[in-house]
């Protein structure tokens, strides 16, 4: 079994910054890739920013060069440092991992609980 353990959301001020970490744990042989999703209320889910396990990464146009993801390989976490916040970043985040539990077997998505971010203005 994976968890996926969110942290660092919060209430900021429009210009502010949050630091988001997304722990994975559990019997796992390997962590592909990691990524953050939103979820505005009345909107659907989006794609914020993904990384592989080879440090690539894909940013959603409207948070280019105000986020950053990255990973520590090590520890299977995940961070995504949120600067310049709108009040139109306010979402839910969620974290979510493509693992394997093994060598032989295929891979498998998880999902975080999510994490409120607000941004006020």
């Known amino acids: 079994q994976v968890q996926l353990v969110e942290s660092g959301g919060g209430l900021v001020q429009a210009g502010g910054s949050l630091r988001l970490s997304c722990a994975a744990s559990g019997s796992i042989f390997s962590v592909n890739s990691m990524g953050w999703y939103r979820q505005a209320p009345g909107k659907q889910r989006e794609l914020v920013a993904a990384?592989?396990?080879?440090?690539?990464?894909d940013y959603l146009d409207s948070v280019k060069g105000r986020f950053i993801l990255s990973r520590d390989n090590s520890k299977n976490t995940a961070y995504l440092q949120m600067s310049s916040l709108k009040p139109e970043d306010t979402a839910v985040y969620y974290c979510?991992?493509?693992?394997?539990?093994?060598?032989?077997?295929?891979?498998?998505?998880?999902w975080g609980q999510g994490t409120q971010v607000t941004v006020s203005s």
């Open positions: 979510k991992a493509i693992v394997k539990l093994s060598w032989y077997k295929p891979e498998t998505t998880y």
């Open positions: 990384i592989t396990s080879g440090d690539r990464t």
